[in-house]
Nanobody, 119 residues
């Protein structure tokens, strides 16, 4: 069983920065994708960014050029550096891990961390 714990959320003014971290415990198989999703009030959860075990990244258009996802493979930890934050980035941010198990992809979620950007 994989468990994810996010940290680094908080309140920041527009234009500021935050760095989210997601620590994992349990066994993560070698073929995996680690990522961040967010759910803003009244909206559906959306992908923010993800990164494969090979280092390939994918970003939502709304965060390209402002957010950077990275990972520490030795520690199975994923980070999200968020710069030039905007009020519309306000949301609960969730860490997500998918890995290819013995016969199928398995998916895990963290509990979420609140990011609030004031104008």
């Amino acid at each position: 069983q994989v468990q994810l714990v996010e940290s680094g959320g908080g309140l920041v003014q527009a234009g500021g920065s935050l760095r989210l971290s997601c620590a994992t415990s349990g066994s993560i198989f070698s073929r995996n994708v680690m990522g961040w999703y967010r759910r803003a009030p009244g909206k559906q959860r959306e992908l923010v960014a993800d990164i494969t075990n090979g280092g390939n990244t994918n970003y939502a258009d709304s965060v390209k050029g402002r957010f950077t996802i990275s990972r520490d493979n030795a520690k199975n930890t994923v980070f999200l550096q968020m710069n030039s934050l905007k009020p519309e980035d306000t949301a609960v941010y969730y860490c997500n891990v998918k890995h290819l198990g013995f016969a199928r992809w398995e998916e895990y979620w963290g509990q979420g961390t609140q990011v609030t950007v004031s104008s």
